[in-house]
C-alpha cells in the first residue's frame, strides 16, 4: 500500500484488486494497516499486516518464521487479531540495492521531471514536530542514514539495462545534515550527465553554497513544504519556520538555477477566509516554478488525527458539509489564480519543452 507520507485515503480500488487474488500467502503493509490492521485484515483477508517499517519483517516471513515470531506484525489468531512485540528501527546502511533490473522504467514517470522515473532515498525520519506529518514508516522523529557510498551504487544501479533517466530522493528532510548533503553530492557528480534529480526538503535547511552543490550533482527540482501564507496558521503547524525563511529558501533555490515546487495546505484548524486568502498572495509572492494547493488530510498516526474522534478512519478534511465544499472550491480557484497569470504562463512557455509542458497542462486541468 502506497504513499508512506501521504497516504492514499481512498482504499476501495485497493480492496477490490486484491479480492482476484485469494492467496494464502497473503501480506500487506502500509500506514493504514500500521495503525488499524483490523480493518485491513478483515478487508484484504490477508494473512497478515506488516506494522512500520516492512524491509525486516518481510525478510523474516519470506524465511518461513513463525509468524508469532516475527516483531512488527498483526495476523488473525483464531477470532482475535495477535500483535507481535514492536520492530527495533533497522541499520538503513544494512539494506541491499533493490533489484531495479526487475522493473520496466517505461511504466514510471512525474510530470515534472519526465519518464523512466525512479524513486530513491537516503535518509529516513524528521525530527521536527510538524503536526499534520505523517512519518511512522519513516521511523518517527528518529534520523538515519544511508551511506554516501550506497546512495550512489543505488543510482549506479536504476541507471543500468536501460534504466532511469530521472529520480526523486523521497526523503522527508533531503538537506537536514548540510554535511552529510555535501558528501551525497560528491557521490552524485559522477552521473550528472546521465541523469537529474530532485528531493524534498526545508526551506530553512539550504543555503547558496549548497543549492550549487546540489545542481551541480543533477539536482533541478526541489518540493518545499510551505503550508501557509499566514504567519498564525503556520506557528500553529509547530513547522517551526517563518514566512520570510521560506521566502528567502525559495529565492535561492531560484538563483541557483533549481525549480521549486511548493506545497500549500488549505483547511488547517484555525484557518478563515482571510487566511486562504495570505495563502494565496504568499504564493504569488514567492512565485515558485510550480505551486500545488491541498486540502489538509488528518491522517492516522498525526496529532492533528488525535484531536479529535471521527465518523470514518481516514476522514477527507478537517472540515465538513458545506465548509469542506466552500474549501474545495478554494482550492480550484487558487490553482486558475496562480498559473493563469500572463507573466507565469510567458515564463513557462519559454523554459519547459512541448512534449512537458503538454503533461504539465493535462495534470492542471485534472486539478481544477
Known amino acids: 500500500m502506497d504513499r508512506w507520507q501521504c497516504p492514499n485515503l481512498e482504499l476501495e480500488v485497493f480492496f ?8 494464502p500467502e497473503l501480506y500487506v503493509m502500509g ?34 518464521k513463525s ?33 531495479f533490473h526487475l522493473l520496466n522504467w517505461d511504466g514510471y514517470g512525474y510530470e515534472l521531471m519526465g519518464d523512466r522515473f525512479a524513486i530513491l532515498e537516503t535518509t529516513r525520519g524528521c525530527p521536527f514536530p510538524c503536526n499534520f506529518c505523517q512519518r511512522d514508516l519513516y521511523g518517527g522523529r528518529a534520523y538515519r542514514y544511508k551511506t554516501p557510498q550506497q546512495v550512489a551504487q543505488e543510482v549506479e544501479a536504476v541507471l543500468r539495462h536501460p534504466g532511469a533517466r530521472c529520480g526523486y530522493f523521497i526523503d522527508l528532510e533531503f538537506s537536514l545534515n548540510r554535511e552529510y548533503t555535501l558528501k551525497v553530492c560528491e557521490e552524485l557528480m559522477r552521473y550528472r550527465s546521465k541523469w537529474t534529480w530532485c528531493c ?27 503550508e501557509s501564507g499566514s504567519e498564525e496558521i503556520l506557528a500553529k503547524t509547530e513547522k517551526k519556520i ?27 484548524p ?28 488528518p491522517y492516522p498516526g498525526t496529532p492533528l488525527y488525535a484531536s479529535r474522534s471521527w465518523k ?14 466552500a474549501l474545495k472550491s478554494f482550492e480550484k480557484r487558487a490553482y486558475r489564480d496562480y498559473y493563469l497569470r500572463l507573466g507565469y504562463l510567458a515564463s513557462a512557455l519559454k523554459q519547459a519543452s512541448l512534449p512537458r509542458l503538454a503533461k504539465q497542462a493535462a495534470l492542471f486541468w485534472r486539478l481544477i
Not at 539550504?206 to 543549492?211: I, N, Q, T, Y
Not at 538563483?255 to 515546487?261: L, M, R, S, V
Not at 470514518?312 to 465544499?325: F, I, N, V
Open 31 to 64: 500506514v493504514h494497516g500500521t495503525h488499524f490492521p483490523e480493518n485491513i485484515l478483515q478487508s484484504t483477508q490477508a494473512k497478515a499486516v506488516i506494522l512500520g517499517e516492512p524491509e525486516w519483517t518481510v525478510t523474516d516471513v519470506a524465511r518461513g
Open 67 to 99: 509468524l508469532s515470531d516475527i516483531p512488527g506484525l498483526a495476523y488473525q489468531d483464531g477470532n482475535r487479531v495477535a500483535r507481535t512485540s514492536p520492530r527495533p528501527l533497522g541499520d538503513l546502511s544494512q539494506l541491499p540495492v533493490p533489484s
Open 200 to 226: 524534498q526538503t526545508r526551506a530553512d535547511s539550504v543555503d547558496r553554497d549548497l543549492l550549487e552543490a546540489m545542481r551541480a550533482a543533477g539536482c533541478t527540482l526541489i518540493h518545499y513544504g510551505v
Open 312 to 325: 470514518q478512519l481516514y476522514p477527507e478534511s478537517l472540515l465538513e458539509g458545506q465548509d469542506l465544499r
Open 270 to 297: 484555525g484557518e478563515a477566509t482571510e487566511d486562504r486568502r495570505k495563502t494565496l498572495e504568499f504564493a504569488k509572492k514567492i512565485n515558485p516554478t510550480y505551486a500545488s494547493f491541498h486540502i489538509t488530510s
Open 242 to 268: 517563518t514566512l520570510d525563511q521560506i521566502a528567502k529558501g525559495i529565492a535561492l533555490t531560484k538563483e541557483a538555477g533549481i525549480a521549486a515546487a511548493c506545497f500549500f495546505m488549505l483547511g488547517l
Open 16 to 23: 477490490k484488486r486484491l479480492k482476484p487474488i485469494q492467496h
